[in-house]
């Protein structure tokens, strides 16, 4: 399918591109929220993490479930309608004067709830809108829009942050989600639902999910990546900003910047990401792009104040540029050889065994950091981080897989 004036999929990735951009500017705003404005310490701010990322282990299996027998635009439309209700309440809540701690991990355990069911739905969504032939392009668009978005969305999370303090600067994010949601109600792409097969129940169908992405060697080493690289962004967003803003002294606004630098390379990795997978086929371009993504996180390990800042946002740009072509490939490869009746759960059982790792990791991110501080933290994660891609180098299956005939 020709993605050329396909209308369908490009309010498709528009809404992707305003929703990132407002995620990006929570990603800021939400964790100094924490620290700025209600003064949480490293535990709390390790709560908050968690809060954020539970529900993908409280719901991530039966979410693939309801996406495979539910339509999934109306999906879509409501969980960022949802998402965006939930952040409106932050500025109000601070206008009256009432915001809490409380609020911000209530606020963020919605979020979190929505974006399960909205990520399994977005990744099964596509091939109805782009056919099957046009994967890897319609996903090197959304990584290119996405990345555009988040290069823009933490520098203005950060000033937002400076001018009209955390709280009010999540607004941004509130009102990218009801955006998207329009956006979303308008692609117009019939979808038919696999019917509920009588007899089965809830159980049955999220065990079958997870059986196909055990037993398929390339999935089942890409979910061990997957589930230890987030049990070390778990601490390492916990790390982040408290030593970076709390130990270092970076300002919000520079802090914000910091962090839109990585999607520079993410930009670049998205737009040459196409002809890296067909030059060297999938095998060789996931195990090259791991191999390098490891090697490239050791040097922000030795990030300190001084001239040694500047080494986080150069190798989070090189780290960002290589980590997008693996996750185009992979998703690709996933969406490529996956049964369309399966996708659903597939995606969701993906989702699950990386993502929830990442609210363990805050827990112990905010444990480390009552102990050891901020460096620490942040340096364990980046460390987890980089050891985690070492399955994927090592995989024999990843190296024989452009040896056998695609799907």
């Known amino acids: 399918m020709r993605l050329r004036g396909n209308a369908d999929f490009s309010r498709f990735a528009v809404a992707n591109a305003v929703t990132q951009a407002g995620t990006q500017v929570t990603f800021v705003a939400l964790p100094l929220a924490a620290v700025l404005t ?4 490293p535990f709390q701010l390790g709560l908050l993490t968690a809060a954020e990322m539970i529900a993908f282990l409280l719901v991530g299996l039966p979410a693939g479930v309801w996406v495979d027998r539910l339509r999934r635009r109306p999906i879509l439309v409501w969980t960022d309608l949802i998402r965006g209700f939930a952040l409106l309440s932050v500025p109000v809540a601070a206008w009256l004067g009432v915001f809490s701690l409380a609020q911000l991990y209530l606020v963020a355990l919605v979020i979190g709830f929505c974006t399960v069911f909205f990520d399994v739905a977005h990744m099964s969504f596509l091939p109805a809108v782009v056919g099957k032939d046009g994967l890897e392009r319609g996903n090197s668009v959304l990584e290119a829009t996405s990345r555009i978005s988040m290069l823009a969305g933490p520098g203005l999370g950060g000033l937002l942050v400076q001018w009209l303090t955390a709280p009010f600067a999540l607004l941004a994010d509130a009102v990218s989600y009801l955006a998207s949601g329009v956006l ?12 509920k097969q009588a007899g089965r129940r809830l159980r049955q169908e999220v065990a079958e999910g997870v059986r196909y992405v055990v037993a398929e060697p390339v999935l089942r ?18 790390g982040q900003p408290l030593y970076l803003i709390k130990e270092l002294g970076v300002g919000a606004g520079l802090y914000g910047l910091m962090l839109s630098v990585g999607a520079v390379g993410g930009l670049a990795g998205a737009a040459f990401s196409t002809r890296v997978t067909a030059r060297f086929g999938a095998g060789r371009t996931l195990a090259g792009t791991a191999a390098m993504v490891m090697v490239l996180n050791l040097p922000l390990t030795l990030v300190e ?3 040694r800042l500047a080494l986080f946002p150069v190798f989070t740009l090189l780290a960002g540029a290589i980590g997008v072509v693996f996750n185009i490939t992979q998703v690709s490869y996933r969406q490529r050889t996956t049964p369309e009746h399966l996708l659903g759960r597939v995606n969701a059982s993906m989702r699950f065994l990386m993502w929830s790792a990442v609210p363990i990791g ?17 340096v364990t994660g980046v460390l987890l981080v980089a050891a985690a891609h070492l399955p994927v180098v090592l995989s024999r299956a990843i190296r024989h897989l452009d040896l056998t005939p695609a799907p």
């Open 305 to 307: 104040g001084g001239w």
């Open 184 to 195: 979303l109600s308008r692609v117009r792409v019939r979808e038919t639902p696999a019917p």
């Open 38 to 41: 209600l003064d949480a310490g």
């Open 221 to 238: 080493v890409i979910a061990l990546l997957g589930a230890l690289a987030q049990l070390g962004n778990g601490v390492w967003f916990v």
């Open 362 to 378: 805050g827990l112990l991110g905010g444990a480390l950091g009552e102990w050891a501080g901020g460096r620490a933290v942040f």
